[in-house]
């Protein structure tokens, strides 16, 4: 393929009206790889006028597209899912520069990410209405009758965070393209440039001019002009909680679909199958070193079980290779200084407060060495907040009452697990779990994307997963017949 247009002596270019653009300003935002501070490439960095034009061309463009037959916007869609396949391999070598993931789960993520769209595009077929009769309803008859459509909502704005450049990206564009909206596009900037690789599959794919527009910049600087723009009909967010908080204040009246941060714990009964427990824990807690929403980070385990199943988790944790996205280590550098110096601090501050370091604690510039505590207590802050890296805090309880409780006390609320191999018990415990999701006797994660993904609390608001973003983007029109 020719990336001519999207990129030229490591300087790229954004989609804005179907054109590949230079920033007026000329100002470009350097991105830089976290695992060797090498120049992964320049992007624009936006200013406001530049955002209105992508605004008020996604506006333009709108109608002409949500009045083009469904299967044929799917067609479209399905082009790009290929362009994305044939490209796997350079769009997840982007990927693994830009954010310091393992070449192996880089590839994975574009992969997943072209069944994501193909899957949108299928769904978006079936997104249908309903009649309903008036006679239902005590003194009305058969001759009113409602027919009830699904409508696109017009301009959708979509914010994409640094962990999934591509794949969290798409899982926005593909069903708000789907259902005849059109997008204007605010990706991460560190994972910006692996963002709009997606973006020209789109546009090579054949997508018409003003469909889908880029703004790239640094949202605190952007941010706040976008989501307060009365052109824009619905915004898709996914990030950090404050951030998600911030915007749903400043949006104003339009629906908003949030999926923010998270504090997934494993609840480890007395009955659990321990070695299935530390296999799942352990690959759910370290994956992407830990930078995942729905990573465990936090272990509830029974008291009586906690020493039996460090033992067994500690063997699994050592054999994690520590080093460079290329070679495919298991735990990577993190995205940035601050993020690892976050996790550090949470670390010396547990460890200062009593915990107990069972394995891990060293650190090498951004790289976190997988890192498990023991006997952390409420007290520490560990317990509360998202490291999103690699350290995993138990807290041992003594009864099965006290892990829901210290569950439901994080101010998050997106998935849980819970190990028993009494199934009975297991829906006891899912009931009063304030959580979008439990995982019974499995890792806590988000796939597959056509299940519902749910925060609640501080981790969202509304459901993402293919046919519930399609709904969330569209809207219901009642057109009622008056039969006379
Ligand atoms: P982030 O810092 O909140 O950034 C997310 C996106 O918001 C980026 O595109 C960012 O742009 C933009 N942004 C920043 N300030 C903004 C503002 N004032 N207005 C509008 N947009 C703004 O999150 P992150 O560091 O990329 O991702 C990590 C966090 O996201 C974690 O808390 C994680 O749990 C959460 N997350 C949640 C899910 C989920 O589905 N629940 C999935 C992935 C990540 P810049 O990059 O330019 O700052
Ligand atoms: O980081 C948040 C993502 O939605 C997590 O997705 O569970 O597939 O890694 P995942």
């Known amino acids: 393929m020719t990336n001519q247009l999207l990129v030229e002596a490591d300087h790229y270019r954004t989609l804005v009206d179907g054109a590949w653009r230079t920033p007026a300003s000329n100002l470009y935002l350097t991105i830089t790889a976290p695992s060797d501070n090498s120049i992964v490439g320049y992007v624009p960095a936006m200013g406001q006028a530049e955002a209105v034009e992508a605004i008020e061309s996604a506006k333009r463009a709108q109608k002409a597209w949500a009045a083009l037959p469904v299967h044929e916007r799917s067609e479209i869609l399905i082009r790009a899912a290929a362009l994305l396949d044939e490209r796997a391999e350079e769009i997840g070598s982007v990927i693994m ?94 994972g910006a440039i692996s963002a709009l690789h997606l973006v020209k599959a789109f546009h090579d794919a054949g997508l018409p001019a003003g469909v889908l527009n880029t703004v790239v910049g640094k949202g605190a600087e952007i941010g706040d002009f976008l989501v307060q723009h009365p052109d824009i009909a619905m915004i898709s967010f996914t990030g ?14 339009i629906p908003l679909v949030m999926e923010l941060g998270g504090k997934d714990a494993a609840i480890i009964l007395p009955d659990a199958d321990l070695d299935l427990a530390a296999k799942q824990i352990v690959s759910g807690a370290f994956s992407y070193s830990g930078q995942r929403c729905t990573a465990v980070k936090r272990i509830l385990v029974h008291q009586g079980v906690a020493d039996q199943l460090i033992e067994k988790m500690v063997p699994l944790i050592k054999k994690l290779s520590v080093g460079a996205p290329e070679d495919n280590a298991d735990i990577t550098p993190l995205i940035s200084d601050s993020a690892a110096d976050y996790v550090q601090g949470l670390i010396d501050d547990a460890v200062a407060n009593g915990s107990s370091l069972v394995t891990g604690g060293r650190r090498d510039g951004r790289t976190i060495h997988p890192t498990l505590l023991d006997n952390v207590t409420v007290d520490m802050r560990i317990a509360w907040e998202e490291p999103f890296g690699p350290v995993l805090p138990i807290i041992r309880v003594s009864s099965t009452e006290q892990a829901i409780e210290i569950a439901n006390a994080s101010e998050y609320g997106l998935q849980s697990s819970v190990f028993t191999q009494d199934i009975g018990q297991a829906f006891r415990i899912s009931e009063q779990l304030e959580v979008g999701s439990v995982q019974i006797n499995g890792r806590t994660e988000r796939g597959p994307d056509h299940f519902p993904f749910i925060g609640v609390k501080s981790s969202g608001m509304g459901t993402q997963g293919i046919a519930y973003s399609l709904q969330s983007m569209t809207r219901q029109k009642s057109m009622v017949i008056n039969i006379n």
Do not use: H, W
């Not at 699904?150 to 794949?167: D, K, Q, T, W």
């Not at 798409?170 to 005849?180: D, H, Q, R, V, Y």
């Not at 950090?240 to 009246?253: E, P, V, Y």
């Open 97 to 190: 520069r830009e954010v310091a993931k393992k070449r192996s789960s880089a590839i994975d993520e574009v992969k997943r990410t072209a069944d994501l769209i193909r899957f949108t595009a299928e769904e978006g077929k079936r997104v249908n209405g309903q009649t309903l009769q008036g006679d239902a309803f005590p003194g009305y008859n058969k001759n009113k009758v409602s027919f009830v459509t699904r409508v696109p909502l017009g301009v959708i704005l979509a914010i994409s965070p640094f962990n999934y450049p591509v794949n969290l990206s798409a899982s926005k564009i593909a069903p708000a393209l789907a259902t005849g909206n059109s997008v204007v596009f605010k990706p991460a900037t560190q």
């Open 240 to 253: 950090g909680s404050q951030n998600g908080s911030r915007i749903a204040k400043l949006a104003g009246m």
